[in-house]
């Protein structure tokens, strides 16, 4: 059975435009272009920058908690105790693959901001 970072690096990287690369505080990095969409330490934890209206949701529901070390800012954490963890890990990233491309397309050849690369 794959673990829980392997699978999630699995699902992200196959998605058009995100790459993985090493984090600054350790663990893997998962970018849309130069946009961070969040991280993930080994196998037992997940961080992703979410707005406001998200975060206060996916908390809500369960789904995260507020950032292990920033509680006070839009970042989530997500513990992982095994495989099963990572499919809520993955559609969390999911959803920020969906934000941050639907973001590129709204802005056509705009670039909204320069984390964020164009074709």
Not at 113 to 118: A, F, R
Request: no cysteine; charged share 25%; aromatic share 8%.
């Amino acid at each position: 059975m794959k673990r829980p970072g392997e699978l999630i690096r699995e699902a992200a990287t196959s998605w058009p435009g995100v790459t993985a690369v090493p984090h600054r505080f350790g663990g893997i990095e998962y970018r849309f272009g130069k946009k961070e969409m969040g991280h993930v330490h080994g196998d037992r934890l997940a961080d992703l920058p979410l707005p406001r209206r998200i975060h206060d949701e996916v908390i809500a529901a369960g789904r995260a908690q507020p950032h292990h070390v920033l509680p006070d800012t839009g970042w989530v954490s997500v513990w992982m105790s095994g495989p099963q963890d990572a499919l809520n890990v993955i559609e969390l990233f999911r959803m920020q693959y969906e934000r941050y491309s639907e973001s590129r397309k709204a802005f056509g050849s705009q670039d909204p901001s320069p984390q964020i690369p164009l074709p």
